[in-house]
Each structure stands twice: as structure tokens, then as C-alpha cells.
């Protein structure tokens, strides 16, 4: 016989899974409301890099689902509400809500920050940062479109799984600058969110949960926090760019020479690494310091990045106001002897694509300042409008976290703070390791900046009157002389410590 009464129990307990809007939606709806993913992720019970992955078409199911579901819906009926008092608010015909009453409507002209310092209307219609299309408004001195439906690179497509999967879905016959399939992925609308009244200490508050989930025991949290830097160090940019000048395409198409020839080849770009020795030391015995360069990949976060899509250019022209990556011919180095080439160690003659941070390197030692070199020659470009400061909240809040460790010999936090840039910078290029942020022109500009720093310490040295030895990397730099005359010693970013001392050479 049938047990009718089990099949009753299990009818009674099936249920259809809760639908949930598209990926998009979800997106659109926790930003309208400026939440971050980290805040959504701790009142769901997930990690912020959960939600980045429903937001990119993965569907969570259980009971997860149903909160998150209920969430979605809340959010969609708290924006449609305040969508409903805004028109009212706007058109005095309509009934005003009891909430709506003596609200004044928002300025069109002003960003959500509550100021319109930064916005301006142009006189004539400029190309948009963002998409290349007519805006008739700009963002701190930066032609943008104020509202994302009008951006033509704001046209949602969810990013293909494969690490080049970045052809963007049809869009409409709109205003066309570029081939369909040079469009930008999608615009992280990070432009014009509500700052926050108080910065929660996402770090901190991370270290000491890792802390007390493993009881204690340092290498264990340790070994979490390090696990987990990647996700976390995206919600930690995530809450640093909130209140943020500039909107950011942060799936956009790339250009073939950003793309890998092969699985395991690379792209053609030329980071500039250097890997220079000195061919000849003075006779005599001398004592050299290898300097280590604290924080490198940290202190390169500071750096002319491009905003938006790359843009093509030819000509032997640089717009400082703008970032990329540049097909140059090199300037003969004639220095070799004392100090590394500012293009690193590279024997093949000719023309190579090099990034922002090289070019402005060369830029400056060519000029009247310096005059080491003839200014490079520029073939072609790929760039787009750029900003110095574009990660600066982010750096600073490792930073502040990493000289606070320092000083409470918090080896844990240190760690942790260091797998959190340097995953950070490593990952946002073809990596399945950080889906949230495909820029590979920021990964080799961040680099670049880091051995441009490097240079420049070299460049300090010799200048100052100390014999430089070799230059490695990003941080090692060997010298003969008086370098605490010139370095300030110590573990800080702005700082450098010794790694090793040896002598070559008879007295």
C-alpha cells in the first residue's frame, strides 16, 4: 500500500524556489539604495564576494535564497516610493505623500553628496569619459553623462565566464562611436553614491573575527585572512569609492594587444621591469646595502588611471589629461654605466607598447629639468580620460591599517594587508580569481608605477652622491655610500630598511 501520508507531507513541504529579478536588477537595486556589497553580505550571513557573484548571474538557493529574495523586494518597493514622492514632489498637481510634504525636489545639477562643486554644464556638448558619446555635463573638469541610462557604455552585459569572455550583447541603434563589439561590459556607478557619515574599520573588524573563529591561534587566522583577501580587498574598494567623483567601466572591452596570445603567453605590453647591475666598481674594497623598498605595490596605487573604455589615437601626441598604454619608439639610453634604463632590461631594438607610467617617466627625464634622454616617439595610443586619485581612499585606508600593525607589532593584520594589495593588483587582469574587476590596462599601469618608483629611488641615489649597484623588481636597490644621509630608515611606506650588507673587491 501507498503511504499516502508521506507523499501528503512531502507536497506539503515542496515548494517552487522564490523567483529573483536579473542579474542587472540586483545590481541596480542594492546601489540606488548605497548599500555596499559588504553591508548586504553581513545581513545575509555570505561574504561580499557571494553577492558580486549573484550579481553576475549565479543564483544562491535554500533559505539564503528566500532572504535575499525578500531583500530585492523591499528594495524595489523603498525606490518606488521614493520614485513616487519625487514626482510629486516635482509636479504639484500630483498629491503629496505625508512623507513627501515640504521636501523640496533635488537639483538636476547637483551630485548626491550634496554639492554641485563638481558638476558643470558645458557650453557645448563634449565626448563622455565613459562611452566616447555627446555630454552636455562633466564631473570634476570630466565630460560625463549625469544620468547612467544616457551613458552609452552603461548598457548592462553580464561578463562571460572565460577569462576573455568580455563581448558585450546587442544594444540599440543609438549613437554608434565604436563597433558593437568594442563596447564597455558594464559601468560600476560608483560616481555620485551618499558619503557615509562614519567608515566602519572593515579591516580591524575582519582580523578580529578571524581571530576569534580560530580561537586565538595567529597562523590559523592568518591563513583564512590571506585566503580571503581577494573578495575582501573588492569590498574594501567598493565602500572606499562610495561618495566617489567618477563613474568606472570596470568590464570593458579591450584592445588585442591588452589580450593574451596564448593561454599561458602574455599580452604585448612592456611593464619596464628592471633587472640592471652596474658593469664596472671603482678598484678597491667596498661595501654595498641592499635596500628593501617597503610597500611598493601599495605606494603605486597612486597613479594616472583611465577612467573609462580605452580609446584609439595615433600620432606622436601625450594629453596628460588622459591614461593608457602607448605604442612608443625608446630613446637611446646613454647612461648604463651608473644608472638602470628607465625602460627596463630589454635587448630587442624598435618600437613596444609601453603604460602610462613608463611615458611619463620618459617624458620627465627628457625634459629641461633632467635632459637625460631625447623624448620618446609616440606611434599610437589606447586611453581614455584619466585621475591620479582614483584608488587614493583605498590605499590609504591599507595603509593606515598596515602602519597601524606596524606599530602594535600586529603581524596578522600586516599579512593580511599585504595579500590584500598585491592580490588585488595581480588579479585584475585575465584571472578567474576576481571576477568583479577585469582591467588589465590598471594591472600593468599599477606595476609599471611601482618599477617607476624604483627608478626614481635609483635616480635620488645617484643624485645625492651615492654609488648605485643594481636595481631589481620594485624593491630592491644596492648602494655604496651614506644612504641613511639620503633614505629615511624604517618600515613605513615612505621608508626603506636593509636587507642585506656584503663587500666585494680587495682592499
Known sequence: MTDFGAIDALLAGARKEVPLPSAEERRTLREELNLSRAQLAQALGVSPSTVGGWQSGRDPSGEVREKYAYFLEGARTKLAAGAAEEASAEDP?????????????????????????????????????????????????FPQHLDPAECGSAAPVEANESAEGSEPAEKTEAAQPQPQSERGVRVVPV?????????????????????????????????????????????????????????????????????????????????????????????????ITALDVNG???????????????????????????????????PDWEHDAYLPNPIGSRDEPGPLWVTESTLRLLLRISGPKYGLCDPPEIHESWTSGATEGLLEKF???????????????????????????????????????NRELYRTDWMHLIRSQAFANLW????????????VVRAMGTDELHVIGDWRAVFAEGRGVTEVKVKDVYTVGAG
Open 93 to 141: 498637481s500630483l498629491p503629496e505623500s505625508a512623507d513627501s510634504q515640504g521636501d523640496a525636489p533635488a537639483d538636476a545639477g547637483q551630485t548626491q553628496d550634496g554639492g554641485d562643486d563638481d558638476v558643470d554644464v558645458l557650453a557645448a556638448p563634449q565626448p563622455c569619459v565613459l562611452c566616447g558619446e555627446p555630454a552636455r555635463h562633466q564631473v570634476a573638469g
Open 395 to 433: 590605499r590609504i585606508a591599507l595603509k593606515d591599517a598596515r602602519d597601524r600593525a606596524i606599530a602594535d607589532n600586529d603581524d596578522v593584520t600586516l599579512e593580511y594587508v599585504k595579500a590584500m594589495y598585491s592580490k588585488f593588483v595581480s588579479t585584475m587582469g585575465e584571472s578567474n580569481y
Open 191 to 287: 560616481g555620485r553614491r551618499l558619503q557615509t557619515a562614519d567608515s566602519p574599520d572593515l579591516i580591524g573588524t575582519a582580523v578580529a573575527s578571524a581571530l576569534a573563529e580560530h580561537s586565538g591561534d595567529v597562523e590559523s587566522a592568518t591563513d583564512a585572512l590571506v585566503k580571503r583577501a581577494i573578495p575582501d580587498a573588492m569590498a574594501l574598494l567598493d565602500h572606499s569609492r562610495m561618495g566617489g567623483r567618477y563613474d568606472v567601466v570596470a568590464h570593458p572591452w579591450m584592445p588585442d594587444v591588452l589580450r593574451k596570445q596564448s593561454s599561458r603567453g602574455a599580452d604585448q605590453i612592456w611593464e619596464a621591469r628592471p633587472k640592471w647591475s652596474r658593469s664596472e666598481l671603482p678598484a678597491g674594497k667596498h661595501e
Open 296 to 330: 611598493a605595490y601599495l605606494s603605486a596605487l597612486k597613479t594616472h588611471l583611465p577612467l573609462g573604455q580605452l580609446e584609439h589615437s595615433s600620432g606622436n601626441h601625450h594629453d596628460r589629461r588622459r591614461a593608457g598604454i602607448h605604442l612608443i619608439t625608446p
Open 456 to 467: 626614481w629611488k635609483a635616480h635620488r641615489a645617484y643624485d645625492e652622491g651615492l654609488m
